[in-house]
Each structure stands twice: as structure tokens, then as C-alpha cells.
């Protein structure tokens, strides 16, 4: 693993040295493209094939002053020298004072550009049209024809649209004729400079189409891309409001208000600001100072390797620069558009350096994100350095400022990635969703598992109970007649009748706790027809009628099993108690419904008993009943006179819970 380690970081630091050489090369080689671009002086005025005439050649005649003056209505107001012209080739640039000095930006220079017209052949049927692609100058630019003002640039001198290209008619309508000399005045601050690009003259056939492509190049595209940047940022503020933790979002937001400070000056004109010319510039100097901090923290913020010293020194310098650049902070330092130039050109260092760490450090983390947005701060550098060569009128005027487009290729670039981030919380948020799916599924599955391994205990228990209750009632039951009839014979107490007729009490309580364990869903009609059909052949063999005058009752949910078979204890012993003791000719079964519950009632026409004295001093059977009863949640009652007696059942239609407790029989 070390041996591959130390390649790979060679290959990254040639990568690093790589990048820069190609920072250093291109704005070499774009100087050289410019230069080689412009036309030769021989050239003056070279027509085109749809009719414009592109002049490469001018006279000038440069005048020195003191503070700014309107231009004049006519030129013989000016009283311009007849001698003092020069010739010179267009695209013309000014040198400009690297360091400005306090004079510097007090005394100016007013340039007089004169373009013969005498020689051009001119079209009657449309207006002939002047078109300027790009002029530069801290001052103001006017036009004349023929010694009379045409065109005067307005508001700030400053921010004067000097990034707009300039389309002025020099005839006032159609069918007049073209003046055929044109002067263009151009005021300057001695200490900035200017730059002057090469005039066309043609129709608007031939010129309106350059002056758009340009106006879109040079104006639109930069306003358009800083918008767009713009509003995108708001969108990642107000995801960032809504998630306070995602940093990100917030660093994107302000790198797109800062983009758009930034970019403000390329588009905007003085004449619209709300602020002086000295806090504009301010704005578009340290906006760029804090743009190259955020994207550093961005980047770090993406490979997740800070540098934290680097960050605090850079932020510390841009700090400083902020303040010690305030307007009007101290009257020895010249105004700050003079020094803006200069502060462009000492910033590039400190980008370099910083985008270079960053770049470093994205190649090492393997983040395609870092990687991407390090190479674009390389190739922003790059586009900075030529706009600061641009400025200080090092390269041709004619040129185009491409920070602007460094600017929208981050917007694409950035927002590419806030789209990649914002997708991948959408599929970071559906693989949770799969994996809480998953992990249901599997707590579903346990729960399955334990519910049937539950189903199983409660079935086990179930049986164990009802085996349990099965035995006891036999024990105590059949198994205690038994004993009894066995004992008795034993003793020759019990005659053959007597005998056989314990085996057939002994037979039915065996009959009885088999029907018990019979499903009679909740059906009382189907549980007393069951206790018809087992007693019914005893009843009748002992002389009695059976009068069954059952009606249908409402069914009993709690009706099971263990609350079957004390019904039908009750029940028989009920019967039982008849054939023994009354002497009754006929028992008769009927059954209604009394408020919350329903009565079962056995009457027979024999000989009747005190119902109290037998509860104290007989056998346990009627106390069996009542407690057999009252393990279901019923009650039992009797009324008996020398009529007969009357046995009544109630039984609940809803149980209470824990009302069967079980009843060991006696």
C-alpha cells in the first residue's frame, strides 16, 4: 500500500504544476491571439461584403486638462488646434500608471479620435450607422458629424456603460446626407488610461447584427448568468433555512450574491446606481475578495479537509482589504477605481494559492465534485488574469472580459452539484425508506414467529387446562359414584336395580363431559337439545313426560367448553334431583329471555320440599348448583310448593371478565 501511495501523489503534484504552467500559459497565448488579431495599419478602411466598412485608422489629437468638462454643442466651440494630429492605428489603447498617484486622478486628458469619411461611398435608402464594439475610459465619450453633437454618453463618469458597444446614427433620417467627418471626444483620467477599438460604419442591415452579438456577449449573457446564479442561491438559502445542518446550501447562496455583486459593474451603468461611484466600486472590489474565501470554503467543505490556518490568514488579508478600502478612509490613498486594477492583480496570487491547495486536496480525497470545481477555479484564474491584463490595457480593448462566463460556468458547475446533493438525499431518504422496509419486514416476520410460537403455548395450555378440568370432573363425578356403587356392593347394600341404575347415572355424567367438549358456537338451544337427546330415554323409562317447550333465546359469546359442562351439571342434577325425590308424572323444559340475560326453567308437577331448610341440611347438590352457577356469572333459583316445584337458570348474555374461575364439583 505505500509503494502505490507514492506514485499517486507524485501524479497528483504533476497534475497541481500541470494546472499552473496552464494558468501561466493561457493568458500568454491569449495576448498573442490578440495581437496577431489586429489589422495591419495599411488596412484603414476595409469594406465587408455586406456593405460595412471596418476603419482601422483614426488621427489624434490629445488635449490636456484639469477635472472633467461637458463636451460642446458644436466643434468650433471647442477650439480644437488645426495642428497636433497624429495618425494612429485602431484598436488604440492609452497606458495607464500601475500605481496611480494623488494627481493622478485630478488632472485628465480629453482624446480627439478624427475618422475621415469623405472617400466612403454612401447608401440613400437607409440611415448610415456608427458602431463602436467596446471603449474604455474613467470619462465620458460624445460623437460628432460634421462638427455638430450626435451622441454624449450620460450619468456616472465612472461607471459610464463603458462594457456596452455603442451604435449611433449619423444621419438624422433617411435620404439626408452622411457627414463626412466624424470626431469622437473621449475624456480620461490621466492615471487610468483608455482603450479605443476599431470603428464600422455601415447601414443597420450590416451593423445591427454585430451590435447585437456583441450587446448579448459583452451585456446580456453576463446579466442573464448572474441572475440565474442568483436566484438558484435563493432556492439552496431557503433549503439551507429548512436544514440548518446542510451548510452547503448556505455557502452556495453566498457565493451567488457575491457572483452577482461581482458581475454588476459589466452591465449596469452610473446613471442607475443607488449608490455613489466610490461604495459601487467598494462592493464589486471586496465582493470579489470574499467570493474567492467562500469557494475556498466551499471546496473544503466538499473534501472535507480544512486547512485552517490557510483559511484564517486568507480571510484575516480580505478583511483588511475591506476596511483599509472603505471610501473615503484616508485622504492619501487615491480614489479606489484607479486602484481596483492593481487589487484585481494582487488578489491572483492568493487565488492561485488557494485553489491550488484545494485542488490538492480534492485529487486526494477522490471527490469528483472537488475535482470539478478546482479545475474550474484554475481555468477562472486564468480568465481573471487575462481580464486584469484587459483592464490595465495590456491586450487589445477590443477583447471581452471572460470572468463574467468563469462566473456562469460556475453557476452550471455549482448547481450541478446542489442538484447531484439534493437527488442524492431523495435517494439516500428511498434507500432508508427500503431499509426500514426491510427491517419491518423482518420485525414482522419475528412477531409472526413469536405470535405462533404463543399460538402453540396457548394451544398447549388450553389443552392441558381442559384435560385438567376433563379428570377432576370425572374424578369428582363418575369416579365418586363409582367408588360409591363399588363399596356398596362390596357391603350388599345395593340391590341389581339399584346397582344398574348408578352404572347409568355414572354413563351419562360420561355422556355429559363428552358433549361438554363439542363446539356449540355460542348456541344455548344447541347445548340444551344435546342434554334432550342423553336424558330424555332416562326421563321416559322413569315414567315421566317430557313436555319440551324451548324457544329461541339470543346466543352466548361466552359460551365454551367449561361453561357448557356446568350447564349441563346443573341440568342434571336438576333432572336428577326429580326422578329421586318428587315423584313427579311430568318435567317440563322451557326457556325465555329476562332483560340482560336468559332463563332456563325445569318444572315438575311432584311432591315439593322447603327450599331453604334442604340449602342447610341435605346434600351438597343444590349448593353445587349455585356455586356452579355462579362460576359462569349466573344465578339459580327455586320455588317449590305441594304443586310442584319450579327450577330457574339465569345465564348473562355478556360475561364479565373473569367470571369462570373454574369449579371442582363435589
Not at 497636433?84 to 489603447?93: I, K
Request: aromatic letters at 8%.
Amino acid at each position: 500500500m505505500q509503494r502505490d501511495s507514492t506514485p499517486n501523489r507524485k501524479n497528483r503534484q504533476q497534475m497541481v504544476w500541470l494546472a499552473a504552467a496552464l494558468w501561466l500559459a493561457l493568458p500568454l497565448a491569449t495576448l498573442h491571439c490578440a495581437n496577431a488579431m489586429q489589422p495591419a495599419v495599411a488596412n484603414a478602411t476595409a469594406p465587408q461584403p455586406d456593405g460595412a466598412v471596418h476603419i482601422t485608422r483614426a488621427e489624434l489629437l490629445s488635449i490636456p486638462g484639469t477635472g472633467y468638462s461637458a463636451p460642446p454643442r458644436r466643434i468650433e466651440d471647442a477650439g480644437l488646434p488645426t495642428d497636433g494630429w497624429q495618425e494612429v492605428s485602431l484598436p488604440h489603447t492609452a497606458e495607464r500608471e500601475l500605481v496611480p498617484t494623488s494627481s493622478g486622478g485630478v488632472n485628465t486628458i480629453t482624446d480627439w479620435y478624427r475618422i475621415d469619411l469623405a472617400g466612403l461611398a454612401s447608401s440613400e435608402a437607409q440611415p448610415r450607422l456608427l458602431y463602436l464594439p467596446r471603449w474604455k475610459t474613467l470619462g465620458r465619450i460624445a460623437v460628432y458629424g460634421d462638427g455638430v453633437l450626435l451622441y454624449q454618453s450620460q450619468g456616472s463618469a465612472v461607471h459610464n456603460g463603458y462594457n456596452r458597444p455603442l451604435l449611433v446614427p449619423l444621419d438624422a433620417a433617411a435620404n439626408t446626407p452622411s457627414p463626412a467627418l466624424v470626431l469622437i471626444r473621449v475624456d480620461r483620467l490621466r492615471s487610468s488610461g483608455s482603450g479605443f477599438s476599431t470603428v464600422w460604419v455601415g447601414d443597420e442591415d450590416s451593423l445591427g447584427w454585430r451590435y447585437q452579438v456583441r450587446q448579448l456577449l459583452q451585456v446580456q449573457l453576463p446579466f442573464m448568468g448572474s441572475a440565474a446564479f442568483l436566484a438558484v442561491g435563493a432556492f439552496a438559502f431557503a433549503v439551507w433555512l429548512g436544514r440548518r445542518r446542510e451548510l452547503l446550501y448556505l455557502l452556495f447562496f453566498a457565493i451567488s450574491a457575491l457572483a452577482y455583486l461581482r458581475t454588476l459593474h459589466y452591465f449596469v451603468s452610473g446613471d442607475y446606481l443607488p449608490v455613489s461611484d466610490e461604495w459601487f466600486e467598494w462592493i464589486t472590489v471586496v465582493s470579489l475578495l470574499w467570493l474567492i474565501i467562500v469557494i475556498h470554503l466551499f471546496l473544503q467543505r466538499l473534501h472535507q479537509q480544512p486547512s485552517v490556518w490557510l483559511t484564517r490568514l486568507s480571510a484575516a488579508l480580505a478583511l483588511a482589504c475591506s476596511i483599509a478600502t472603505l471610501p473615503h478612509m484616508s485622504a492619501a490613498v487615491p480614489s479606489l477605481y484607479l486602484l481596483t486594477p492593481l487589487l484585481n492583480l494582487a488578489v491572483l496570487p492568493v487565488a492561485v494559492l488557494l485553489f491550488a491547495v484545494n485542488l490538492r486536496k480534492a485529487l486526494r480525497a477522490k471527490m469528483p465534485e472537488g475535482r470539478l470545481v478546482a479545475c474550474w477555479a484554475v481555468a477562472a484564474v486564468a480568465f481573471t488574469s487575462y481580464d486584469g491584463l484587459l483592464q490595465n490595457n495590456l491586450v487589445s480593448p477590443e477583447s471581452v472580459y471572460t470572468s463574467p462566463y468563469a462566473i456562469i460556468s460556475l453557476f452550471f458547475i455549482f448547481s450541478y452539484i446542489m442538484f447531484k446533493r439534493y437527488t442524492g438525499a431523495f435517494a439516500e431518504v428511498a434507500r432508508l425508506n427500503k431499509g426500514l422496509a426491510q427491517r419491518l419486514q423482518a420485525r414482522e416476520a419475528e412477531l409472526e414467529q413469536s405470535y405462533q410460537r404463543l399460538r402453540v403455548i396457548e394451544n398447549e395450555a388450553m389443552l392441558g387446562a381442559e384435560r385438567r378440568r376433563l379428570m377432576q370432573d370425572m374424578h369428582d363425578g363418575l369416579g365418586s359414584s363409582l367408588i360409591s356403587a363399588i363399596r356398596s356392593v362390596e357391603q350388599g347394600a345395593m340391590t341389581g336395580s339399584e346397582i344398574s341404575g348408578v352404572l347409568k347415572g355414572c354413563m351419562d355424567d360420561l355422556k355429559l363431559a363428552i358433549d361438554s367438549m363439542e363446539s356449540v358456537d355460542a348456541d344455548l338451544l344447541l347445548l340444551l337439545a344435546t342434554l334432550r337427546f342423553r336424558l330424555a330415554p332416562r326421563i321416559e323409562s322413569a315414567g315421566l313426560a317430557l313436555r319440551w317447550e324451548v324457544q329461541s333465546v339470543p346466543s352466548l359469546s361466552w359460551l365454551n367448553p367449561g361453561s357448557a359442562l356446568h350447564i349441563l351439571r346443573i341440568m342434571q342434577e336438576c333432572v336428577a334431583n326429580v326422578l329421586r325425590h318428587t315423584r313427579a308424572t311430568t318435567i317440563r323444559f322451557s326457556t325465555a329471555t329476562d332483560g340482560q340475560g336468559v332463563c332456563v326453567m325445569i318444572e315438575d308437577n311432584g311432591e315439593g320440599f322447603a327450599v331453604e331448610e334442604a340449602l342447610h341440611r341435605r346434600g351438597r347438590g343444590l349448593r353445587n348448583q349455585q356455586r356452579r352457577a355462579t362460576a359462569i356469572g349466573g344465578t339459580v333459583n327455586w320455588e317449590s310448593g305441594s304443586a310442584g316445584t319450579r327450577f330457574t337458570l339465569w345465564l348473562p348474555l355478556e360475561q364479565a371478565a373473569g367470571a369462570e374461575k373454574g369449579l371442582s364439583p363435589s
